[in-house]
């Protein structure tokens, strides 16, 4: 399981707009081979910007190799059409999170 975390700021007064565009954009990825699921998380910043709105997307691919697939054939149509909303009134961050290991809460004690 390869995690693809894409970090966004967006101008407070699009967040609403951003947020339903949002839902729908991830759903058209996870229609994409190899995407399993996904989270949308609102960042809890401890010295937020007050201009400004931080949405998290945890992109869960079934392996490495269907994130470089998606990234070679579907990523430039796909961040083109967030820029054909949004453009110069977001920003977003990429990276890809490989998984060492899993470690559960013991829930004997």
């Known amino acids: 399981m390869t ?6 700021d967006i101008d407070i007064e699009l967040a609403a707009d951003y947020r339903a565009w949002l839902a729908g954009h991830v759903r058209e ?14 960042i809890e910043a401890e010295t937020a910007d007050p201009e400004r709105v931080g949405l ?4 869960r691919l079934s392996n490495h190799e ?3 697939r998606y990234l070679a054939e579907h990523a430039p149509t796909m961040r083109a ?3 054909a909303h949004f453009l110069g009134r977001y920003s977003a961050r990429r990276r890809v999170l490989n998984p060492l290991c899993e ?3 013991d829930d004997s004690q």
């Open 3 to 8: 995690v693809y975390e894409v970090s966004i």
């Open 29 to 42: 990825l996870l229609a994409l081979p190899g995407f399993v699921s996904a989270q949308v998380f609102e």
């Open 56 to 59: 998290v997307v945890h992109y």
């Open 66 to 68: 269907a994130l470089v």
């Open 81 to 83: 059409k967030a820029d």
């Open 103 to 105: 470690i559960l809460a």
